[in-house]
């Protein structure tokens, strides 16, 4: 039925000319551990919602949530809507979104966070579910690494000096975010960077094949499961996405967060009240997963249940042992250290130090990179520097054009001769 307020026209969706998949196949969400059918609420493509939003197709999935390529008929632009699983409730998200949007600012750093365009609850036959609305956006870094490297490119995501770009935006997105709505995103890693979407044109030629090649899928008695159809990306630099583990900075904070193995040591500590300096720690270990091949922190996992000691132990010879001061200020630090900051060996600390993590590392400036790392990776998370002294380190700002004028200079004046200054 169409609505007056729409001004797009509705598609029609093939029937049949799909291949059908075995029900006995388990595909997609199935695949992942603890899925349950009836906490995810069964969209169907070409289905409207909110009165809104006709569903396309299925660009992603995960354990909470499935993630569609929609058309908004009201506005006839293309969205991406994720429909978040029954008991998944993303109002914490919402309510950091809502929070950032009544902030008027013109830094520079808001443009490389992802808009939350619009919020709504659909009801499915087992309950609720939110859904958020945002702009297409393309591949995460993650996605394009493992595609890339699956199709044989050796390098599919930027090394060293070509992710300088990237490592910037970065830190300016987490300076606004900490400055500005006061907020901890407390989840970096490249699954959480997503690459710019395409074109409008592009997704229209994209939706073309979707209706001339439909999407294969399994139908149920109770629910159809589609099967992926991959997005395409756009050109430019990534944008930091994924708020539903930000915190607000000025509460007390000592969850369990961060991926295992770029988690700060505070937190693996059971730190009080961690800070925003986690997302410093967070920041570093992204670099570092962008300069080089492999991870820096190892495969800590033993049976399914990660290491924190060991993790510790390598944090340890990597970075040299912590301040007598950090050793005392968390309760949990007895288990690694006496007293007196030695180490107890309950956990071998690994033969391996920086530098020899490094010696996969290409490009000059190996020694600038890890001197501007250590300036993120302090154990004490008050000597970590802010996301504008990391941005403004010379390793990053190597080569760049300032405008005469600017005040950088005079903020940073390690700068003079390492930037250009232009009119």
Not at 7 to 13: I, Q, V
Not at 169 to 174: E, H, K, P, T, Y
Not at 372 to 400: H, I, Y
């Amino acid at each position: 039925m169409q609505s007056l307020r729409w001004t797009s026209e509705l598609k029609d969706f093939p029937a049949s000319g799909f291949e059908l998949i075995e029900t006995t196949t388990k595909i997609e969400e199935e695949t992942l551990p603890g899925y349950t059918p009836e906490t995810f609420y069964p969209v169907q493509q070409g289905e409207i919602m909110n009165d809104q939003y006709q569903v396309n197709s299925k660009i992603g999935y995960g354990a909470t949530s499935t993630v569609w390529l929609a058309r908004d008929l009201i506005e006839s632009k293309y969205v991406t809507i994720k429909v978040y699983a029954r008991n998944k409730g993303k109002e914490h998200e919402i309510n950091v979104y809502n929070h950032m949007q009544t902030i008027e600012t013109d830094h520079p750093g808001k443009q490389h966070v992802r808009k939350l365009l619009n919020h709504f609850v659909i009801q499915g036959p087992n309950g609720r579910h939110v859904c958020l609305v945002y702009e297409p956006l393309g591949m995460s870094l993650y996605e394009l690494e493992c595609i890339s490297k699956n199709l044989g490119v050796v390098e599919p995501i930027p090394r060293l000096e070509d992710a300088k770009p990237v490592i910037r935006r970065l830190l300016s997105a987490l300076d606004y975010l900490h400055q500005v709505p006061g907020l901890i995103h407390a989840d970096l890693h490249m699954r959480n960077l997503l690459m710019p979407g395409p074109s409008s044109d592009r997704i229209s030629e994209y939706e073309k094949r979707v209706i001339d090649y439909p999407l294969a899928r399994k139908v149920l008695d109770d629910r159809t499961i589609y099967s992926t159809r991959m997005f395409p990306t756009g050109r430019g630099l990534p944008v930091l996405c994924d708020l539903g583990e930000a915190q607000f900075g000025n509460k007390e904070n000592n969850g369990r967060i961060m991926i295992d193995q770029h988690r700060a040591p505070e937190v693996i500590l059971w730190c009080e009240n961690w800070d925003y300096k986690v997302d410093i720690w967070g920041v570093a270990m992204l670099a570092w997963d962008l300069a080089s091949t492999r991870r820096l922190i190892q495969d800590h996992e033993i049976e399914g249940i990660w290491n924190d000691g060991g993790h510790i132990a390598e944090l340890n010879a990597l970075l040299g042992p912590p301040p007598l001061e950090f050793v005392k200020q968390y309760h949990m630090s007895w288990i690694f250290w006496d007293e007196s900051g030695t180490w107890t060996n309950r956990v071998p600390i690994p033969d391996r130090t920086l530098e020899q993590a490094a010696a996969d590392v290409e490009g000059e400036d190996v020694e600038d990179i890890l001197r501007w790392l250590r300036r993120a990776l302090q154990w004490n998370p008050r000597d970590r520097a802010t996301p504008m002294e990391l941005l403004f380190d010379p390793w990053l700002m190597k080569g760049m054009k300032l405008k005469r004028g600017c005040q950088a200079p005079k903020e940073y004046p390690h700068l003079i001769g390492v930037v250009e200054v232009v009119d």
